[in-house]
């Protein structure tokens, strides 16, 4: 059952808190700066470019068209497993890259394997890091110190 992020949780399992709270401060940061917020994922995605938020453009040229003003967001899917210690399993990482949406076009959908030592995907789930990138899906690995520097 999915739940809220929230500063006074009721989880008992330590990984469970730790998310809980990762979340929150994610959520924290979005809501004091979205600016800070998208550099944050961005730093945590290997530098890849996700726009966090609409983009507002003036006199774009759209096939025969051109609209006087375009507000526009991307869509974007950021997931994460985070684990207390090296502890990710291929069922699950399979699991969560089949439940992760499609990209089509231009959209952003990356699976964060957080834990405290940055691992290798690629080489360590090689089929479903595969898998993944089939469907346009990117398996990024980082750490909580790294999470940490890039808020």
Same mark, same amino acid.
């Given at each position: ?14 990984? /469970?808190?730790?998310? /809980? @709270? ?7 940061? @979005? ?7 998208? %550099? ?13 938020? &609409? ?11 051109? &609209? ?14 985070? %684990? ?6 291929? $069922? ?5 890259? /089949?439940?992760? $949406? ?13 834990? $405290?030592?940055?691992? %290798? $995907? ?11 990138? %089939? ?17």
């Amino acid at each position: 059952m999915a739940r809220e992020i929230s500063l006074f949780n009721t989880y008992h399992q330590k990984e /469970n808190r730790v998310t /809980n @709270y990762i979340g929150l401060m994610l959520k924290l940061l @979005y809501e004091e700066d979205a600016i800070a917020f998208r %550099k944050a994922v961005n730093i945590l995605l290997n530098d890849s470019w996700v726009e966090v938020g &609409p983009v507002f453009r003036q006199q774009t040229h759209i096939a025969s068209s051109v &609209p006087d003003l375009t507000i526009e967001q991307k869509r974007f899917t950021v997931r994460f497993e985070i %684990k207390l210690s090296d502890w990710f399993t291929r $069922p699950q990482i399979s699991a969560h890259v /089949n439940g992760m $949406p499609d990209v089509v076009e231009d959209d952003i959908s990356v699976l964060v394997l957080l834990s $405290p030592e940055e691992i %290798k $995907p690629e080489e360590r789930f090689t089929e479903e890091a595969e898998q993944a990138a %089939k469907r346009g899906i990117q398996v990024v690995s980082t750490t909580f110190q790294k999470l940490l520097e890039s808020i």
